[in-house]
């Protein structure tokens, strides 16, 4: 039930065809100031912090977004970071893309293809924490040009645990593969996913590597994979690896499942978005 064409899986409100376009690109960088937008979590643990302006207006409509974070970590110390994108007038603003996970980020990418944002849409981003007033260096990057038939206008996250601004925990397996850990059911179709990941409690974290592993299934015992991603941890800062996204249509009310292998059974967080 989850292989249809495109055709087929275009439907529903928020998806429609656009025509081709030229590729362009916009971002909040410029080449007197190159280093992003700093984004500081409220003065409250777990709390969300004001909005801070990324870009004041979009140049064109557009199909994709990127957005990186650097800057979140500190020596041996733990270092959740949960970051919302929003569209709107400052007080007005609407969250599009909700908690991002740039925990103990030195730097971590996501990119969401697909996702229509229209010309002369302002963008923002806010934070929350673990540890109060925490920033992180925050760049966006964006597709104005076609890049997938089915757009949507939000994304739907599954797995965040906002109470303590980390993702769900899921136990790696010691050079091989730990069990499947359910992390949400979808509320929407989908057309793609990304992934994040985060330590959890652990402040130390060892170098190391994680594969992780997404899928779907009726429960753990029969999962089909949809997806590999790659992270690494180096200084107690986490960065992520390609791939990027995971291509895999899914209609709603569908059980998402992820798993992790490292060299430990030390237990980190997942998140995964859906467009």
């Known amino acids: 039930m989850h292989g249809f064409t ?18 362009a690109t916009q971002t909040n960088l410029a080449a007197g100031s190159r280093s992003g937008t700093t ?7 777990h709390t969300k912090g004001l ?9 064109n409509d557009t199909y994709g977004l990127w957005i990186t974070a650097s800057g979140v970590f500190s020596p041996n110390s733990l270092r959740n970071f949960l970051v ?9 603003e609407v969250d599009i893309i909700p908690n991002i996970d740039f925990s103990a980020a030195g730097t971590k990418v996501y990119y969401f293809p697909g996702l229509f944002l229209a010309a002369g849409t302002r963008i923002s981003c806010r934070a929350q924490s673990n540890v109060t007033v925490q920033a ?13 038939d089915v757009v949507q206008t939000t ?4 797995g965040a645990d906002t109470a303590n601004s980390r993702g769900t925990s899921v136990t790696p397996g010691s050079g091989a593969f730990g069990s499947w850990t359910e992390i949400g059911t979808t509320s929407r179709d989908h057309n793609i996913f990304l992934t994040g990941l985060d330590a959890l409690a652990t402040a130390s ?9 997404i899928g779907y299934g009726s429960n753990s ?6 997806g590999s991603f790659k992270f690494k941890s180096l200084g107690t800062s986490i960065y992520n690896f390609g791939p990027v996204v995971a291509y895999a249509p899914t209609i709603s009310g569908t059980k998402l499942f992820a798993r992790i292998a490292t060299a430990n059974t030390t237990a980190v967080g997942i998140i995964i978005h859906g467009t």
């Open 51 to 59: 909005y801070t302006e990324i870009i004041a207006s979009l140049s």
């Open 6 to 23: 495109s055709d087929k899986f275009i439907r529903g409100l928020t998806q429609t065809r656009v025509p081709a376009a030229p590729t």
């Open 155 to 158: 994304v739907i996250t599954y």
């Open 221 to 226: 015992g029969a999962v089909t994979t949809i």
């Open 136 to 148: 992180g260096s925050i760049s966006i990057f964006l597709d104005q040009g076609l890049r997938h």
């Open 39 to 45: 984004v500081t979590a409220d003065a409250s643990t």
């Open 205 to 213: 974290i060892a170098d190391q590597e994680w594969l992780m592993e």
């Open 84 to 92: 919302d994108v929003a569209l709107g007038a400052a007080a007005s």
